[in-house]
């Protein structure tokens, strides 16, 4: 069963405090994303992962970072969270490199910080 | 770097009705390009990818045309029920790694 799993589903902080979200996915793809999805912005790529440790920079990466220590697990971990960093975040995985390939999304979390 | 907009935000119809979502993009390399639907509460989930190669594209439901002269990218619900209810995003790509969104079209299909 293909899947993309996240957790957790909600989450709330206070501002300041450190924020880790865990994703996971099972059909060994090399590539994995982490999005924000803001009313009105769509999605707003923040890194992307290529492989174990491998690591890009995405569109919006300031006030996020990434670790990949095996091909199945990405996290992004917000440092001090900041009010502006509520929002719902999506991971995502693909085969290979995107371009033609599907983008496989987890179901999100909902992440407030107040 | 590619652009897409997307209109309109927000789309309500009555069950049987057309339903039709606009996307437009910049970037003349852009060369695959996808119809995300996302139901409320869950993650997004891949409707349809098309090549620039090809121009009509029909799904259960739906019809997906590409105008490669006017960048211009659609997705048409032909006879809409309220099970189509949901957000759709549009998406384009090159052949590179980043995949650049739409802002999203809620469509809400009333029965």
């Known amino acids: 069963d293909m899947k993309v799993t996240q957790m957790p589903r909600y989450l709330i902080k206070r501002m300041g405090e450190n924020v880790l979200l865990e994703c996971g996915q099972d059909?060994?793809?090399?590539?994995m994303y982490w999005y924000r999805q803001d009313p009105g912005l769509g999605l707003q790529l923040i890194y992307i992962?290529?492989?174990?440790?491998?690591?890009s920079e995405g569109d919006i990466p300031k006030g996020y970072r990434v670790s990949r220590k095996k091909r199945e697990h990405f996290s992004l971990i917000l440092d001090s969270a900041k009010t502006n960093q509520t929002s719902v975040y999506f991971c995502?995985?693909?085969?290979?490199?995107?371009?033609?390939?599907?983008?496989?999304f987890g179901s999100g979390t909902r992440l407030t910080v107040l | 770097g590619e652009q897409v907009e997307q209109r309109p935000p927000h789309l309500s119809v009555r069950e049987g009705d057309s339903a039709v979502i606009t996307c437009t993009y910049t970037?003349?390399?852009?060369?695959?390009f996808f119809w995300y639907k996302q139901e409320p509460g869950a993650s997004l989930q891949l409707l349809m990818k098309?090549?620039?190669?090809?121009e009509i594209n029909e799904g259960q439901g739906f019809t997906v045309l590409l105008n490669k002269k006017d960048k211009r990218l659609s997705l048409n619900l032909t006879a809409a029920h309220p099970g189509d209810s949901a957000a759709y995003f549009c998406?384009?790509?090159?052949?590179?790694?980043?995949?650049?969104f739409g802002t999203g079209t809620r469509l809400q299909v009333s029965p």
């Open positions: 995502a995985s693909s085969l290979d490199r995107a371009g033609a390939e599907t983008l496989y």
């Open positions: 059909m060994s793809h090399e590539t």
């Open positions: 992962s290529y492989d174990v440790d491998s690591n």
């Open positions: 970037d003349p390399n852009s060369y695959y």
């Open positions: 098309v090549f620039s190669s090809t």
């Open positions: 998406a384009a790509s090159s052949n590179t790694d980043k995949v650049v």
